[in-house]
């Protein structure tokens, strides 16, 4: 018997209007079309979403972990970028 | 090794190790191990509800068991895929499953004789992997424990239909009722065997517990079942097939009998009731199904051609 090669998908799911499409799994399907169908019966059989996104697994680039430190050194230090970084007076009101 | 020094480190803070991390090779194959027979234990799962789906007394039991069966392909489904995170092969591990390399959870090689075992997999089988799969939710591995959160909210949809089942048939006749204690004692001893082997015996277990791949042994969830199951069975009217159990306050649980290991071996072995069968319905639905996969895929091909 032949193996099937369908491609594996990474599958993002919008939860309701106003969030961000989430991933929630992946899944292998022949085409994008019949990705987005798979999608909707394996992640959303409970309302659990009113969009979907689906993207070939090896079509994302993704930083690698081995490069930790170094990829994400340059906001590691810039602790002014962050509002508790300014002493203001207690007093001060909407501030 | 610094890289397993940090692996050690992250698992030991409970922070979760994702799939581009570095990781033992035997935590990656105990993982592939677990999974896989979880993902096969949701698939060969269908089978057993399965044959009752066009004998479900009403439409309304039978649109509720369509859906539960719909989710147990599902729960396969979210656990290949986590396999996958591992650079394990879905196909692959199909093919292990049906030629007998890989194992599934020994509870489905047992017949579902009457509707009443519908009513008991969902209240004793569904309710013993819940006890199981709850402490999964915290598993060392990420895309396992998301995997399992999803599955554990959709199981307990599962749990409440069995067990509402049953209450409809203990307020029914007298042959009705008899049937729910049929099953109970049926089910009762396959469903103890589900948290495997006693602790002693269970030879996985130390090191997924350092791990964090399992969070407890298999006795304390075998304990943690029975404590809560007693108190359902007296709800439900139905006794469980074991003259030892009883309330012991000293401990602070119940005492139970003890498992015909004979048995639970000699299932795990093949030589249950079922295992031949669910293994041959598996292969045929695999290569009935060959001549869809191909098509779809080579649609797939000819419309790219074409773009």
Redo the contacts between chains.
């Keep these: ?6 491609p ?1 998908y990474e599958v993002f799911v919008r939860g309701k209007r106003g969030l961000n499409h989430v991933h929630v ?4 399907a ?2 994008d079309e ?1 990705a987005v169908r798979n999608a909707r ?2 992640y959303t ?2 309302n659990e979403g009113v969009s979907i996104w689906v993207v070939r697994a090896d079509a994302i680039t ?1 930083s ?3 490069e930790k430190d170094p990829f994400f050194a340059p906001a590691g230090d810039k602790v002014y970028r962050h509002p508790t970084f300014y002493d203001i007076p207690q007093d001060v009101p909407h501030l | 090794m610094d890289l397993e020094r940090e692996f050690e480190r992250v698992v030991a803070a409970d922070h979760r190790i ?1 799939p ?3 990781m033992p090779d035997g935590y990656r194959r105990t993982l592939i191990r677990q999974i896989a027979q979880h993902a096969h234990s949701e698939i060969i799962g269908m089978q057993p509800e399965g044959v009752w789906i066009s004998r479900a007394p009403s439409l309304r039991r039978k649109a509720i068991l369509l ?1 539960k069966v ?2 147990e392909a ?1 729960h396969g ?2 656990l290949y ?2 396999t ?2 591992l650079g394990a092969d ?2 692959d591990l199909t093919t292990k499953l049906i030629d007998g390399k890989q194992k599934y959870s020994s509870i489905f090689n047992y017949p579902t004789l009457t509707f009443a075992d519908v009513g008991v997999i969902g209240w004793l089988v569904d309710g013993a992997a819940i006890c199981n799969q709850v402490p999964l939710c915290r598993t060392s591995y990420g ?1 396992y424990a ?2 399992m959160i ?1 599955v554990c909210k ?1 199981e307990s949809f599962h749990q409440r239909q069995g067990y509402e089942l049953l209450m409809t048939m203990m307020r029914g006749t007298e042959a009705q009722r008899a049937m729910v204690q049929d099953a109970v004692d049926r089910w009762w001893w396959p469903a103890l065997m589900m948290f495997g082997p006693s602790d002693a015996e269970s030879s996985n277990t130390e090191q997924s517990m350092v791990w964090r791949i399992k969070r407890h042994t298999n006795d304390e969830l075998r304990q943690r079942f029975v404590d809560m199951s007693v108190p359902q069975a007296k709800m439900l009217g139905v006794t469980f097939p074991d003259p030892k159990i009883a309330w012991n306050a000293e401990r602070g649980h119940h005492d139970f009998g003890e498992i015909d290991w004979d048995e639970f071996w000699q299932v795990v072995k093949g030589n249950g009731p079922c295992n031949a069968e669910r293994i041959e319905n598996r292969r045929t639905a695999h ?1 009935d199904g ?1 001549w869809v ?2 098509a ?2 080579a ?2 091909a000819k ?1 790219e051609q074409v773009a």
């Design positions: 018997m032949t193996r099937s090669s369908w594996l799994g992946s899944l292998h022949p085409d019949m019966d394996l059989r409970r993704a690698s972990p081995d | 994702e581009r991390d570095w859906a719909q989710d599902g489904l979210y895929a986590a996958e995170t879905r196909e895309p998301r995997a999803r959709e290569e060959a996969r191909e779809a895929a649609y797939a419309k």
